[in-house]
C-alpha cells in the first residue's frame, strides 16, 4: 500500500527560528514523485515542489529546502529564517502508480505558526 | 483567467436547501477531482473525473452529486446536507489521472450548513 506520514500536527515557532518538517512515505513502486504544498489560511493548496524518484540530489529555494532520502524513505522540508508569512498548513504527497494508479496521495498535514 | 477557479468562496445554507458549487479551470487538464476538508482534519477525496468520466466515488452520500458536463467544468450539487456536512470544498485538476505532475487547486468553498 502507499502511505504518506506526517507526524508532526502541529508546530510552533518564533519567527526567525529554523523550522523542519517532516514526510516519511511507502511504495512498491520504483518510479514515484513526491510533493509539498502550503495552504495558507485562505484555502488554497499552492505548489511548491515535486521530486521524482530518481533524483536525490537535495534543493534550495530561497529559505525553503528539501532533503529527500530514499534510505530512510523520507522528503523533509526545512525552512530557514521563518517568518510570520510562513503559517500555513503544509502537505506532503506521493504519486506512484501501483496500486493506486498514480493518484496523489497526501499526508496529513502539519500546521506551522511562526510568531512574532 | 488561469488556474482553478471555484465559486462561490463561501456559502451558507439550510439543511433543506439545494445549492451548487461550481468550479473551472482553463490549465487544459483532463482530470478534475472534489476534495472535504473538515476543520483540524487532513484531506478526503470525494470524486475523480477523468475526460468528463467518473472515476472515482470514494463512498460519498448522495446528498452530494457531483457533475461534469466537460473537462473545464465540475459542479457539486447539495441537498438535504447535515451540519457535519459543513467544511472546505476543494476542486483540481490535472495533466491526466495520474498525479504525476501534481495537481492544481483552486480557493475552496467554505460551506456552512446551518
Known amino acids: 500500500a502507499q502511505k504518506v506520514t506526517q507526524a508532526q500536527t502541529e508546530i510552533s515557532v518564533v519567527e526567525k527560528e529554523d523550522v523542519t518538517l517532516d514526510c516519511v512515505y511507502e511504495?512498491?513502486?520504483?518510479?514515484?514523485?513526491l510533493f509539498w504544498y502550503k495552504q495558507p489560511p485562505s484555502g488554497e493548496l499552492v505548489f511548491l515542489i515535486r521530486?521524482?524518484?530518481?533524483?536525490?540530489q537535495n534543493e534550495i529555494s530561497g529559505r525553503y529546502s528539501w532533503n529527500f532520502q530514499k534510505s530512510t524513505s523520507s522528503f523533509n522540508f526545512t525552512i530557514t529564517a521563518s517568518q510570520v508569512v510562513d503559517s500555513a498548513v503544509y502537505f506532503c504527497a506521493l504519486s506512484a502508480y501501483y496500486n493506486q494508479g498514480g493518484k496523489l496521495i497526501f499526508g496529513q498535514g502539519t500546521e506551522l505558526s511562526v510568531k512574532p | 483567467e488561469t488556474g482553478v477557479t471555484q465559486t462561490p468562496r463561501h456559502l451558507v445554507m439550510g439543511m433543506t436547501n439545494k445549492k451548487s458549487l461550481k468550479c473551472e479551470q482553463h490549465?487544459?487538464?483532463?482530470?478534475m477531482y472534489w476534495y472535504k476538508q473538515s476543520a483540524k482534519k487532513p484531506l478526503e477525496l470525494m470524486f475523480v473525473y477523468n475526460f468528463k468520466e467518473q472515476t472515482e466515488n470514494n463512498s460519498v452520500p448522495s446528498r452530494f452529486s457531483p457533475e461534469c458536463p466537460n473537462s473545464s467544468h465540475l459542479f457539486l450539487h447539495l441537498h438535504t446536507l447535515q451540519p457535519e456536512d459543513s467544511a472546505l470544498y476543494l476542486c483540481?485538476?490535472?495533466?491526466?489521472?495520474?498525479?504525476?505532475?501534481?495537481?492544481?487547486f483552486g480557493s475552496g468553498t467554505r460551506l456552512t450548513v446551518v
Open positions: 521530486r521524482n524518484s530518481f533524483d536525490e
Open positions: 511504495t512498491r513502486d520504483t518510479t514515484y514523485y
Open positions: 490549465l487544459g487538464h483532463n482530470a
Open positions: 483540481a485538476s490535472s495533466q491526466e489521472r495520474t498525479g504525476y505532475y501534481g495537481y492544481t
